[in-house]
């Protein structure tokens, strides 16, 4: 109880701190899942009828995820420096895959004689891809995003150590002073509210899968 009460006094004193932390990390969640649903998305729509570079680039995609995080933070300092654009880039990548192999597993889910049946119908190709693939697929894409979503934010906290900031700059500095008074209070601060931010995130999404989800193809 008094660990609770010492960590409820520790937020009460540092409000500023914690608001700019954790708006930093919601701006990286934000930036780096809708860009990287933006770029998968469009490649995975682009390589759907070809099997080659369907799977070479989702093979490329998996090759990021096989790359120890702070490897992969800190290999783009010498191009572009410390701070927010080698997190951005570093989220940017770890966050492809779910979107990419959700969308190409969502595409390649319609059945096909609904496809033949909407040709049948005078659609041409765009207009099969816009008005029944994507909707079709678009449950199955959302699932992606959202373990984009959730990847990002707890990834996001290896970006204190390149200067990113974020709500790792709590756990870093409460590791580096343990067992120095607030240490821990410091570390909780990080874990607890990054867990937080990601349960409401992905509340948010359900939300907007439930909204943009045609009722015909909610289960």
Same mark, same amino acid.
């Given at each position: 109880?008094?660990?609770?009460?010492?960590?409820?006094?520790?937020?009460?004193t540092?409000g500023d701190?914690?608001?700019?932390t954790l708006?930093?990390?919601?701006t990286?969640v934000?930036?780096?899942?809708?860009?990287a649903?933006?770029?998968a998305? $469009?490649?995975?729509?682009?390589?759907?009828?070809?099997?080659?570079a #369907?799977e070479?680039?989702?093979?490329?995609?998996?090759?990021?995820?096989?790359i120890?995080?702070?490897?992969?933070f800190?290999i783009?300092?010498?191009? @572009?420096?410390?701070g927010f654009?080698?997190?951005?880039i570093?989220?940017f990548?770890?966050?492809l895959l779910?979107?990419?192999?959700?969308?190409?597993a969502?595409?390649?889910s319609?059945?096909?004689?609904?496809l033949e049946?909407?040709?049948?119908?005078?659609l041409?190709?765009?207009q099969?891809?816009? #008005?029944?693939q994507?909707? $079709?697929a678009?449950p199955v894409?959302l699932?992606?995003?959202?373990?984009?979503?959730?990847?990002?934010?707890?990834?996001?906290?290896?970006?204190?150590l390149v200067?990113?900031?974020?709500?790792?700059?709590?756990? #870093?500095?409460?590791?580096?002073r343990?067992?120095?008074p607030?240490?821990?209070?410091?570390?909780?601060t990080? @874990?607890?509210l990054?867990v937080?931010?990601?349960?409401?995130?992905?509340?948010?999404?359900r939300?907007?899968g439930? @909204?943009t989800?045609?009722?015909? @193809?909610?289960?």
């Open positions: 109880m008094n660990g609770v009460l010492s960590w409820f006094d520790y937020l009460s540092r701190l914690v608001a700019e708006f930093q990390t919601l990286y934000v930036l780096v899942t809708v860009a649903s933006f770029f998305i $469009l490649l995975g729509v682009s390589t759907r009828n070809h099997p080659f #369907k070479l680039s989702l093979s490329i995609a998996s090759v990021f995820l096989t120890p995080s702070l490897a992969l800190t783009f300092i010498p191009i @572009v420096g410390l654009t080698p997190s951005f570093a989220l990548l770890y966050a779910p979107i990419m192999r959700n969308t190409v969502g595409l390649d319609v059945d096909a004689s609904v049946s909407a040709r049948g119908m005078g041409t190709p765009l099969v891809l816009a #008005k029944v994507l909707p $079709l678009w894409m699932a992606g995003i959202r373990v984009s979503a959730l990847l990002t934010v707890g990834i996001s906290a290896i970006a204190t200067a990113g900031g974020g709500l790792g700059d709590f756990i #870093k500095s409460g590791l580096a343990l067992p120095l607030n240490s821990l209070e410091a570390i909780w990080g @874990v607890i990054s937080a931010l990601a349960f409401v995130i992905d509340l948010t999404l939300g907007v439930r @909204v989800t045609p009722s015909g @193809v909610r289960s």
